[in-house]
């Protein structure tokens, strides 16, 4: 057998991986930044581009048929910066990654001083920091600044996390501790350093670097609203040692809304002098559609339904909620038989309903592609 020549490139000593979507004229930017932060160091960069619009993922491309350290990874069918970041580090083979946006507002000057120290071993994870002496939050708004505030003062206390910045994107660390971490990591939201943190439970050497938080030069941002949810889903699941993930809870929340929808529509309907089944009937069907779209809204948005897609799911939600009503119906009769308190019966059906909904909904509404 004929032996396989190695290679002659240097083997990566570092990896930075960072998560596009429409960053198309910040990636050259960065790489150019990068370049002349780096110039020490082995080092590689891993775009991993949730398949941009605005063709992020061709201009990484190009870049890379004249530069070996650049890589592409175009995701196709999956939406989210934690899920892309996990990507992104287990498609490396550096000993050492780091993570940072494409936005040219985290300082890649300091990632010599990062990489530095997790190789001395004084740290596995080091965290680029606002919050610390030297740090700087840079033009927050006073809303965003003190939402900032605040989720770090909830995920500290709650979740007993002992660092200053618990909420920053911008972050290095051991390759083969993430690997350890990665089968409980969640591949939805946009806090994977607190995620990594929290479900670590404090058994990472962690050492924090103060850095200046810099403008947006081109594009926007891509936080919105929703981040709050995923925040506060986020947060939920490690408090129930991830027994519940954050989707089945946006989910069971949507549920509730469409209660409250449902309770609201049968009102109006006996209001009307229609039947009660007839009124039931049109609230269960209101709420049904309004759940399916909020859902698709909300906790599916990774996976959101389009065109033709859109009308397919809806039919299938329908028909899944429709079993999943019979299951519900089933489960409180059988507890009502065993212990006759309403509350309790309707509390186990309703559970019920929500656990399949959610399972097959998932496996055959929004099934990943």
Avoid at 86 to 102: F, H, R, T, W
Avoid at 276 to 288: D, H, I, K, T
Avoid at 305 to 321: D, E, I, K, P, S
């Amino acid at each position: 057998m004929t032996a396989i020549s190695p290679g002659t490139a240097p083997a990566r000593q570092l990896c930075v991986v960072v998560p596009t979507f429409k960053e198309r004229d910040n990636v050259p930017r960065l790489l150019a930044k990068l370049d002349a932060a780096l110039s020490a160091i082995a080092w590689e960069v891993i775009f991993v581009d949730d398949n941009s619009p605005d063709g992020t993922w061709e201009v990484a491309r190009q870049l890379a048929q004249t530069d070996s350290r650049v890589r592409c990874i175009r995701r196709i069918g999956r939406r989210g910066l934690s899920g892309a970041c996990i990507e992104g580090i287990l498609a490396s083979s550096a000993p050492y990654v780091a993570v940072m946006d494409a936005d040219l507002q985290h300082d890649e000057t300091q990632l010599p001083k990062m990489l530095g120290l997790l190789q001395s071993g004084e740290a596995e994870l080091v965290v680029g920091s606002r919050y610390v002496s030297g740090g700087d939050t840079g033009n927050f708004g006073s809303t965003r600044l003190g939402g900032s505030v605040l989720a770090t003062n909830i995920a500290k206390k709650l979740l007993h996390i002992d660092i200053a910045d618990p909420m920053s994107g911008f972050f290095m660390l051991r390759r083969d501790r993430f690997e350890q971490l990665a089968p409980k990591l969640s591949v939805q939201g946009f806090k994977i350093l607190l995620d990594l943190v929290a479900t670590a439970g404090g058994k990472l050497r962690v050492v924090e670097v103060p850095f200046s938080f810099g403008e947006r030069q081109h594009g926007e941002s891509k936080l919105d609203s929703l981040v709050v949810l995923d925040f506060l889903g986020l947060v939920l699941a490690k408090l129930t040692n991830d027994l519940v993930s954050l989707r089945f809870l946006l989910f069971a929340l949507v549920g509730g809304i469409g209660l409250g929808v449902h309770f609201a529509t049968l009102y109006v309907g006996l209001r009307l002098n229609l039947p009660f089944a007839e009124a039931q009937g049109l609230a269960a069907f209101v709420a049904m559609t309004g759940n399916f779209l909020l859902n698709n809204q909300l906790t599916y948005r990774d996976q959101r339904l389009r065109g033709f897609a859109l009308v397919r799911g809806l039919l299938m939600f329908y028909l899944v909620c429709g079993v999943g009503l019979l299951a519900n119906v089933g489960v409180a009769a059988t507890v009502f038989d065993q212990e006759p308190i309403w509350w309790l019966a309707g509390a186990a059906g309703a559970l019920m309903g929500v656990v399949w909904n959610y399972g097959v909904s998932s496996l055959f509404v929004w099934r990943s592609k």
